[in-house]
């Protein structure tokens, strides 16, 4: 019961990262029809520019890696880093895809593929991240929020609520509810809407294609940025920017837009949760070693039975 | 969209060369690099030495790699990223046949016989049944083909790529003589004993000019002789247009499979070859993504289709970063600029699915 509590609880921060990251991809694939094979690289900007942050400015303002800032710190960081890969998502859209707006999609995918290895090799030159590991400094202190006790006499064991999970879980919540607002209820969201569902048409009724495409990059750009923060918040040892860790997660959290039915916002914060519910619990309970296998093989599963995924319908909402 | 090149017979006036029909077509070419592969393993070394022979041996490798992903991503139109996956699963077959077969054929584990030699034939046909047995994971990863669009189909090739990578790592160590081969058990068989993470070292170290160019030409004729068969035009339908192709009684989903498992069969052929060769020691982190990003550059920017084209990427693609070794860490760099480029500029490739000799041509009327 203990470890089944405590792997719900790594599942459930583990999942509003994938969440955070899918929502990028379902959002850019709901309009443009192409994986962004370059969005797990904005989460690796993310990573890293978090870390030269707190690596390199904050010593300056006087919290060395070994003492931890106060909590507005990070409050501060996060939105910047946001804003920061956003513009860099917006810089990519206008460079490398616009030019490609009515070349076929396979063109835009080998693109994407393009930008993403550009990406990773230039983040791993010597003056920009370097090629090798890092370690973050702590930015949030390893607070027990809460503790549970199961079992009694020899076998108790205990289950920590720790802060960094709490804050993963509430500061995504939090982007997640917003991002559902400016969707959902604001008339820049129901352009988004209008443009997946029908571009031209959209065109006709006066809607700024363009804009709303940039929009959505920088939209998806910052939750992947924030995922990044948020990543490296609970695994402070940080890969060189072209390590496959980065490219497994974003491929998870790919696979976690195909399996809520891409193109759909909730769907794939729906998919978020089930990948990570899948690995951690297939981790755990079953191997450790084959935690990849476990999510490509619910992902070949689903698109077998569903392809359209699991909130997917053929008159679907898309973004 | 123009498929068809300019016919050679179709201009009677002009006095055409000498050029074999029917048979012959496969055959000449067959035997020609046949020649070529010899002469180039007995020339070649003496000239260049052994760093550069291994430059050459590469170039082979990554051609026949890069020509066959060309009839998946070029001819049919589809988009694997898990090519380094099915080289994988030839180099891994071919390595245990080779390893483990020599011990119970000559009762000593490493290199056996001299060129040409029954060491060199075991090789050979451990190649061959690489690629069948790469070839045959071809047929379980195109079957998804069917039911997925293109970008879902590069995402089940990188999954596989990936789960095959994974998978590999957590097979047993090497056994390293014959004592210990001879003591283990079924137990120790099965998943088979390929070294896991650090790699399947100790793999008879055959591969030299003369099989990889045979295998080269092989590949290249074979790529050449689809392209302009019945077969080839049906694929390369299926990727102008999979409605039109099927109102014409094209199978579509015969012709993806089929363009899948003859890609998988050179790719595990290629495998065999690579595992085979000196100062290499094949791991499961071939089986990953970065390899086959390699490959889909190649098609891409040779001209998907052209396996002239192809073929020059490979050369190009492979020959450059060895003699630009001191700018190793920029070499991507320039190799992804390089793809976005293309694609914004000339989104076909260099030579889009002509042959380098048809440009020759039309210049020369």
Known sequence: ?319 | MSVSHPMPAASPIAATPFRPTGPLMGVLPLAIGIVVAVLLHVILPGFVGPYYSRIVIDIGIAIILAVSLNIVNGMTGQFSIGHAGFMTVGGYTAGLITYYGSYFIWGTLGKHGVFLGTGEWLFAASCIVGGLVAAGAGYIVGLPSLRLRGDYLAIVTLGFGEILRVVLQQTGKVLDDGAAIRAAGWSQWLPPPVGGAIGFDGIPKYTNLFWVYTFVTITVVVAYRLKHSSLGRAMISVREDEIAAQAMGVNIARQKVLAFVMAAFFAGVAGGLFAHERGVIISPKDAGFQRSFDYVIMTVLGGRGSISGVTLAAIILTALPELLRDFEQYRLIVFALLLIVMMIVRPQGLFGIHEIWHFWRRRSR
């Open chain 1, 1 to 319: 019961m203990a470890d089944f509590t405590q792997t719900l609880m790594t599942a459930a921060a583990i999942g509003s990262l994938y969440a955070l990251i899918a929502l990028g991809y379902t959002m850019v694939y709901g309009i443009l029809k192409f994986i962004n094979f370059a969005h797990s690289d904005i989460v690796v900007l993310g990573a890293w520019s978090s870390y030269t942050v707190a690596d390199q400015v904050l010593p300056r303002l006087g919290y060395d890696s070994r003492t931890i800032p106060p909590l507005w710190i990070g409050a501060v960081i996060l939105p910047l880093i946001m804003l920061f890969c956003g513009f860099v998502g917006y810089v990519i859209e206008r460079l490398a895809y616009r030019p490609l707006r009515r070349a076929p999609r396979l063109n835009v995918l080998i693109t994407a593929i393009g930008v993403s290895l550009f990406l990773q090799n230039l983040g791993q030159l010597d003056f920009m991240f370097g090629a090798s590991p890092e370690k973050m400094p702590a930015l949030l202190p390893s607070w027990e929020l809460a503790s549970f006790s199961f079992g009694t006499g020899e076998a108790t064991r205990k289950v920590v609520i720790s802060l960094v999970d709490t804050m993963i879980f509430a500061t995504s919540g939090t982007l997640m509810l917003v991002l559902e607002y400016l969707v959902f209820r604001t008339k820049l969201g129901t352009a988004m809407r209008a443009v997946s569902y029908n571009t031209d048409t959209a065109a006709l009724m006066g809607i700024p294609v363009d804009r709303v495409i940039s929009f959505t990059f920088v939209l998806g750009s910052s939750l992947a940025a924030a995922a990044g923060f948020l990543y490296v918040m609970k695994y402070p040892g940080i890969n060189q920017p072209a390590h496959t860790v980065w490219v497994l997660l974003g491929l998870k959290a790919f696979v976690a837009a195909v399996i809520g039915g891409i193109g759909n916002v909730r769907g794939a914060v729906l998919g978020g949760f089930v990948i990570a519910f899948v690995e951690q619990f297939g981790a755990f309970y079953i191997s450790s070693n084959y935690r990849d296998v476990y999510v490509f093989a619910l992902l070949i599963g689903i698109l077998l039975v569903k392809p359209t995924g699991l909130l997917g319908s053929p008159l679907r909402e898309k973004v």
